[in-house]
């Protein structure tokens, strides 16, 4: 993309209401623009790396073999009254009533409608296990929307439901979403901890929040030390096989939020692996079993004949959310230092002086030949000042800076600047393009 031909609204303006880093990072690098209270448009910058955390969790689902479907935004009431939840649900529910006084709402998750969905097909045990997601916009009337995107009204949520005969094999259809979820975490260059969530009024064991630490997290989490070291389960993972050492393997550390936090069992930790921090919530995952399934009478035939309520899961990742987090996690006093998984462009390109022939030409050479590799460039083609340039592209922070001028030319290399590093170079592009892909 050049510069000059793209919609980049840089500003120095920050509002005083935006309170923490990543806010202020995305409002200044035009990445969103707040329409109302919690609610975004999302600009070209912002809107590409929201794209890419999509596909990130799109293909971790899909290799821990969920399937993809998308259901509305708007709901009708009747779903949400026959599972009891329509006026359990409170004001964070955006009800709506239609031309005909019918009442509908702006769905703030969507356990009723799926189960409808499966009720409508699905008869015998022979089609389970099934687990189905979408990515789509949630709504929910918080009280207090803030830190931008973070904590949005209209906000962008990945949603799975998992679909089991029995609890025995709905605990292996969590396990699978558990391992998924540190993957896509994992790629997309976080270590989000997996740590002990309350179940609310079902109970069990079978919840877990996954969490990044952050200064500017909204909860008080506790964990062991060791959490933060442990690896991913990794893409090559057999997720037709056992998971439940893979699972086992870090929920026998302590990691717990506030609300399930157990002071004398944090305490049998040795102190100094105690990490007592804040954190954010990047996903979630639940087993309620028959919560939804027996009001709502979504049944499946066993071998024997019999029709019992199907076990259910249901799995969320915030991934507008996840954009904020992200930043939160990697930035330094310069801007955005983007993980190249989620970054907006892979490489920003920088024409010292865009009006001088020979420099043009090379730079142009350089563009295609980036492209050609396959890697996502801004090239920015603009004549402004060198150092205003550089300042931008380390604000929005790419991972890769490759500047032409006329010296490099001179010499047949270019510039090469890691952006987390600040490691500079100098080489032949064809180098140059082997380092940064
Ligand atoms: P929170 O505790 O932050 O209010 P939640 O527990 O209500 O979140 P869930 O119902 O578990 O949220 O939804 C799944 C995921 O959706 C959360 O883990 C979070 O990443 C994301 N999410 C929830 N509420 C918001 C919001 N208002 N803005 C952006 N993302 C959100
Ligand atoms: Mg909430
Ligand atoms: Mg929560
Ligand atoms: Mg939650």
């Known amino acids: 993309m050049r510069l000059t031909r793209y919609f980049l609204p840089v500003s120095k303006d920050v509002p005083a209401d935006a309170a923490i880093i990543s806010h202020q990072l995305m409002l200044r690098t035009g990445m969103v623009r707040q329409n109302g209270a919690g609610i975004y448009t999302w600009l070209p910058l912002g809107f590409r790396v929201l794209q890419k955390i999509e596909q990130i969790v799109r293909e971790e689902m899909d290799r821990a073999g969920a399937i993809e479907l998308l259901m509305p935004t708007i709901q009708q009431a009747e779903l949400w009254q026959e599972s009891g939840r329509y006026d359990d649900y409170g004001k964070e529910m955006l009800r709506i009533t239609d031309r005909h006084e019918r009442e509908m709402l702006f769905g703030p998750t969507n356990e009723e409608l799926i189960t409808d969905v499966f009720r409508s097909y699905v008869k015998s045990y022979k089609a389970l296990p099934l687990n189905l997601y979408h990515t789509q916009w949630k709504f929910r009337d918080e009280i207090r929307p803030r830190f931008g995107v973070m904590r949005g009204r209209e906000f962008l949520m990945k949603d799975a439901y998992s ?43 079978l919840s877990h929040e996954f969490i990044i630490l952050a200064d500017t997290g909204e909860s008080a989490v506790f964990c062991d030390k060791a959490m933060l070291d442990l690896p991913a389960p990794g893409l090559d993972l057999d997720f037709d096989a056992d998971l439940s050492d893979e699972v086992a393997k870090r929920t026998d550390f302590y990691a717990a939020t506030e609300e399930k936090h157990d002071e004398a069992e944090f305490g049998k930790i040795p102190a100094e692996r105690q990490v007592s921090a804040r954190g954010i919530e990047v996903g979630h995952i639940f087993f309620f079993g028959t919560k939804y399934s027996k009001p709502m009478n979504a049944t499946v035939q066993t071998a024997d004949g019999a029709n019992v309520p199907v076990q259910m899961g249901s799995y969320g990742i915030g991934v507008s959310r996840l954009v904020g987090g992200i930043i939160e996690a990697c930035h330094d006093e310069n801007g955005i ?82 952006r987390k590093s600040g490691e500079k170079s100098e080489l032949p592009l064809t180098e140059a393009i082997e380092k940064v892909k």
């Open 163 to 205: 679909f089991d005969l029995t609890e025995e094999a709905a605990r292996a259809s969590y396990n699978k979403m558990f391992c998924a979820y540190l993957n896509a975490f994992d790629r997309m260059g976080l270590t989000a901890i997996p740590m002990q969530a309350d179940t609310g009024p079902i109970g069990g064991d």
């Open 337 to 418: 230092v983007w993980p190249q998984s989620v970054a907006p462009f892979e490489v920003g390109l920088i024409s010292m002086r865009p009006k001088d022939e020979a420099v043009a030409t090379v730079a142009d050479e350089a563009y295609d030949a980036l492209q050609a590799a396959g890697l996502d460039v801004l090239y920015d083609d603009t004549d402004e000042r060198p150092g205003s340039k550089f300042n931008r592209m380390d604000l929005i922070g790419l991972p890769w800076q490759i500047v032409i001028g006329p010296r490099g030319i001179e010499n047949g290399v270019v510039e090469l600047k890691n």
